[in-house]
């Protein structure tokens, strides 16, 4: 099963700026696609964003227009540029491969931690 390691995150500032990355240990768009998604404190899960192979994105309506999902095949690598950063998203971060029902399909990693607060 594909494994990933997430990293990236950190405490910053409301209305800061954060680039997570997702590393996976194989090939990642033989699957239907990625997908980012986040886990707040007494919260279930969510997608955030997701990126098919090929290349289509969708987001939460949440962080439309302020997150942008991006991948690199060459390295099985995903990445989660978030603008605009807002205390309500501060959460765990993971990534996970996406089956052809769009829902998560690898292992989950340790996740990485973003911190937006004053």
């Known amino acids: 099963q594909v494994q990933f390691v997430e990293s990236g995150g950190g405490l910053v500032q409301p209305g800061g700026s954060l680039r997570l990355s997702c590393a996976a240990s194989?090939?990642?768009?033989?699957?239907?696609?990625m997908g980012w998604y986040r886990q707040a404190p007494g919260k279930q899960r969510e997608l955030v964003a997701a990126?098919?192979?090929?290349?289509?994105?969708n987001y939460a309506d949440s962080v439309k227009g302020r997150f942008t999902i991006s991948g690199d095949n060459g390295k099985n690598t995903v990445y989660l540029r978030m603008n605009s950063l807002k205390p309500e998203d501060t959460a765990v971060y993971y990534c996970?491969?996406?089956?052809?029902?769009?829902?998560?399909?690898?292992?989950w990693g340790q996740g990485t931690q973003v911190t937006v607060s004053s």
């Open positions: 996970n491969v996406q089956n052809l029902a769009r829902l998560p399909a690898g292992s």
């Open positions: 194989g090939p990642i768009f033989t699957f239907y696609g």
């Open positions: 990126i098919t192979s090929g290349g289509s994105t």
